[in-house]
């Protein structure tokens, strides 16, 4: 290859990069392939895990993502909602995020109120934010009603009958934490899981998963949803396909694209280093 | 005043936060309880102090007709078209500024921000993404093994590639994290013990 | 009503995307909208999520007059703006520092050390592996064999790799390099697990753009 066009090559303006992206990403929303992913043990350990729950478990969902991760863990929240309400379990759902508790309303009253029907107060609660990362993690394994008095719409907590003898962790038979970062399942596994004995299930950013497999491994998690795949495993299992599906074909062309990056930068890199050495 | 008040309150929450654990008694916990609901208060405060701080700063170049005033004067109505109406009517589902504003901006805008990352990674991807060394050549078949892995079609590649993805993850990369994750610990420790104990004073500035 | 509002996230997602082509005033007025929103909506949450539950509410209702002092800490941060009475500042500071380096002695202590530790504490040699491997040689069952050497002395290698200050010199420097080779899967991991979040956030983008906004695409 002449050594000028390796130099334009390796030069190359990134906005041709960023165009193959964009147009690798897009494609498949005007050429359906309809992939899906096959379940992998971590998620099928969470799906397991809420199956296993004694029918009308409470639960404690603590859903802490900005929208800057809304497209990764919309469709991981709205499945956890859909799987609780179908085996008929009791969501009490907190958020630890100050830039959250619209997004995850949202969901909980997309999903518990409109499209399961279910009665605010005696089959789910949304508790709102409270801010305090970890000191709040800590403190609701104290006391749940001194760490949140009211809930979102200001209802004092003993006024809510699914609140009613509800002190600490000891009153959930699950904590379901969908994490975007910090605070989330690694604060938790931190100052919760070995302090207060609630088992842990994890919905993960997939930047968060490489960590998090660490605590998967030692069994700190008994679940892990990996990133917008794990959500589509997650969706397969629970058969109500949704955003994180739907996500397959551009999710594959995306990591296609890069892939081909990598190894097209290292083919001009390693001809250019050739013509170099031969001077 | 000036340093002694802090050291001492930071000795005092930093010591009640550690002796609730292993002392589990009703009196040490109320008070342990007490202190951690006026930190998450105080946390709060701190919170509003840094919009504060963006509203001050701005507020003060927008005054001054600084350097690119007119955007700070974006910044200042954005920060105020949220608040007032918020304050007044609430943030919650049904009102103007969750079912309009949050949600047709903030949303749309944040999730952008992040979504941009995509092109600069695949940018990274073609120009800095080179193998010179045995490591880097560990580190780039590993993520591309991880990202063949980890797409529908993985097992169309090779039938046992989830597999192998799947073992990746929770062997050598569970491996790597743990002794990350243990280096940290110990590093944490080792810093909290210090702040408490007033050997690490950094934060509390020259003065 | 609705098509004006979706429209206007759709410009405002434009707005973003227009800096990749490069910077412009149109990018400029919606990063600096998104602070300003952001910075806003932070204050509005606090405002009825804590201050009102955790503070005003028990204050004025006469259940709990402690909390006055957490309200006179809180305000004192405020004196940062202050040149004269800006050390005033540093008292509530130190609550924050105090209550989260207390907390992360406990926490890091239990649940990163102990029970990682614990995790790793297993034969450094599993018989069954080897034999399971000789009935079945495949792949998977290979790697098999090499979990228990790697989560045992593997882990030792990147720890090694870490604390040792001696140089990796001689039979050192193998061990340092098993330590790092299993670092660098992990960070390669990493980078294959950042490029999954960056392009699901992407698509999402362009769901929202061409269904939603647009309907040029369907789902």
């Not at chain 1, 199956?51 to 478990?57: F, I, K, M, T």
């Not at chain 1, 030692?218 to 892990?224: E, N, P, T, W, Y």
């Not at chain 3, 202590?109 to 530790?117: F, I």
Request: a neutral charge; aromatic letters at 14%; glycine letters at 8%.
């Amino acid at each position: 290859m002449a050594h000028s066009t390796l130099q334009k090559l390796e030069k190359l303006d990134r906005r041709w990069v960023f165009l193959a992206m964009a147009l690798a990403v897009a494609a498949p929303l005007f050429f359906k392939i309809g992939l899906a992913p096959k379940t992998t043990p971590p998620v099928k350990e969470f799906y397991d895990y809420i199956e296993a729950l004694p029918p009308g478990s409470r639960v404690l969902c603590s859903f802490d993502y900005d929208p800057g991760s809304k497209a990764e863990l919309d469709p991981m929240c709205i499945s956890v909602l859909e799987h609780l309400m179908d085996k008929g379990h009791k969501p009490v759902v907190i958020t630890l995020w100050s830039t959250a508790p619209a997004l995850i309303e949202r969901n909980v009253n997309l999903i518990c109120r409109d499209k399961y029907g279910k009665q605010y107060g005696t089959d789910y609660v949304y508790l709102g934010l409270k801010e305090g990362r970890e000191a709040v993690m800590v403190a609701m394994g104290k006391s749940i009603r001194a760490t949140f008095p009211v809930d979102f719409y200001g209802t004092p907590v003993e006024q809510i009958p699914l609140m009613n003898g509800v002190e600490n962790y000891e009153q959930f038979q699950a904590l379901i934490n969908v994490s975007a970062g910090y605070p989330g399942t690694k604060e938790y596994v931190q100052y919760v899981t070995t302090r207060f004995a609630i088992p842990l299930l994890s919905g993960a950013s997939a930047v968060s998963v490489p960590e998090y497999s660490a605590y998967y491994q030692s069994g700190q998690l008994k679940g892990l949803l990996t990133g917008i795949t794990g959500a589509a495993e997650y969706e397969a299992l629970l058969g109500k396909p949704g955003l994180a599906l739907i996500a397959m074909d551009g999710q594959t062309m995306g990591h296609f694209v890069i892939i081909a990056f990598i190894l097209f930068g290292n083919i001009v890199y390693f001809f250019l280093r050739r013509e170099k050495a031969r001077g | 005043m000036k340093r002694e008040i802090p050291i001492l309150i930071t000795l005092i929450f930093g010591v009640f936060m550690i002796v609730q654990f292993f002392i589990p008694h009703p009196a040490v916990n109320d008070i342990a309880n007490r202190l951690q609901n006026w930190a998450i208060i105080v946390i709060a405060f701190s919170y509003v102090l840094g919009s504060a701080n963006i509203l001050r700063i701005n507020g003060e170049l927008v005054y001054r007709r600084g350097p690119g005033w007119l955007y700070k004067l974006v910044l200042v109505i954005a920060f105020f078209m949220m608040v007032i109406p918020g304050m007044f009517l609430g943030i919650g589902e049904g009102t103007w500024t969750n079912d309009r504003l949050f949600t047709n901006t903030y949303i749309p805008l944040a999730s952008t921000m992040y979504a941009s990352l995509a092109f600069f990674i695949a940018s990274a991807a073609f120009r800095a993404f080179r193998v010179r060394t045995w490591q880097a050549s560990v580190l780039a078949l590993t993520a591309v093994i991880v990202m063949l892995g980890r797409i529908p079609i993985s097992h169309m590649i090779w039938h046992d590639l989830p597999n192998v993805v799947d073992w990746v993850m929770n062997v050598p990369n569970a491996v790597a994290q743990r002794g990350i994750l243990i280096g940290a610990a110990l590093g944490a420790i080792a810093t909290g013990l210090k702040v408490i104990l007033g050997i690490e004073r950094s934060y509390l500035g020259r003065e | 009503m609705d098509f004006f509002w979706l429209s206007v996230a759709g410009l405002a997602t434009i707005a973003v995307l227009s800096f990749l082509y490069n910077d412009n005033p149109l990018y400029k007025v919606a990063e600096h909208f998104f602070v300003g929103i952001a910075a806003g909506y932070v204050v509005c949450a606090e405002f009825y999520n804590v201050f009102l539950p955790n503070l005003w509410n028990p204050l004025t209702s006469g259940t709990d007059y402690w909390l006055v002092i957490p309200l006179l800490l809180g305000l004192a941060l405020f004196t940062r703006f202050s040149n004269n009475i800006g050390w005033i500042s540093r008292w509530p500071m130190s609550v924050i520092i105090g209550t989260y380096a207390g907390l992360a002695v406990i926490g890091f202590a239990s649940g990163d050390m102990v029970l990682q530790v614990q995790a790793s504490l297993i034969p450094v040699f599993e018989p069954a592996t080897v034999s399971k491997f000789s009935g079945d040689p495949s792949v998977m069952n290979f790697l098999d064999i090499l979990k228990n050497p790697l989560f045992t002395l593997g882990l030792i290698a990147v720890l090694f790799y870490f604390f040792f200050s001696v140089e990796h010199k001689g039979g050192l420097k193998h061990i340092a390099v098993v330590g790092t080779t299993l670092l660098m899967i992990g960070f390669g991991a990493g980078y294959g697990y950042t490029v999954m979040t960056r392009i699901a956030l992407l698509f999402d983008r362009f769901y929202f753009l061409f269904v939603e906004w647009l309907q040029v695409a369907s789902a």
